[in-house]
């Protein structure tokens, strides 16, 4: 990853020129410049008492939201998880379930 966000110039202003062609994302790893957990339309719950630390869940999730430290998984990151689930349905200890999301009341 280069550390830098190759769509910075790109804003919610920015007309139809100013967009890659066919809206293509150009540039490896620019999401950690994008929260996008607020698409989320069911919300994971981690029970960390019963995590075995298998990381079944690690590897399978598509937006990279569950974080490893030294062997072991720790809380999702809300910032970018999409609520897909996934992480849910291979956890073979219950570590991991889904509700519908809590929406932030308008304001």
């Known amino acids: 990853m280069s550390g830098k966000n190759l769509m910075e110039k790109i804003t919610p202003a920015s007309g139809w020129r100013e967009l890659t062609v066919g809206a293509a994302v150009y540039g490896e790893g620019n999401s950690v410049f994008f929260n996008t957990g607020e698409?989320?339309?069911?919300?994971?719950?981690?029970?960390?008492?019963?995590?075995?630390?298998?990381?079944?869940?690690?590897?399978?999730?598509?937006?990279?939201?569950?974080?490893?430290?030294?062997g072991k998984r720790r809380d999702?990151?809300?910032?970018?998880?999409?609520?897909?689930?996934?992480?849910?349905?291979?956890c073979p200890f219950g570590a991991i379930s889904m509700s519908a999301a809590e929406k932030e009341a308008a304001k």
Do not use: M, N, T
Request: proline share 9%.
């Open 76 to 90: 999702f990151d809300f910032g970018h998880c999409k609520g897909c689930g996934i992480c849910a349905k291979v």
């Open 39 to 70: 698409w989320r339309s069911e919300d994971p719950a981690w029970y960390a008492d019963k995590c075995r630390h298998c990381l079944l869940c690690f590897p399978v999730c598509p937006d990279s939201s569950i974080p490893v430290v030294g």
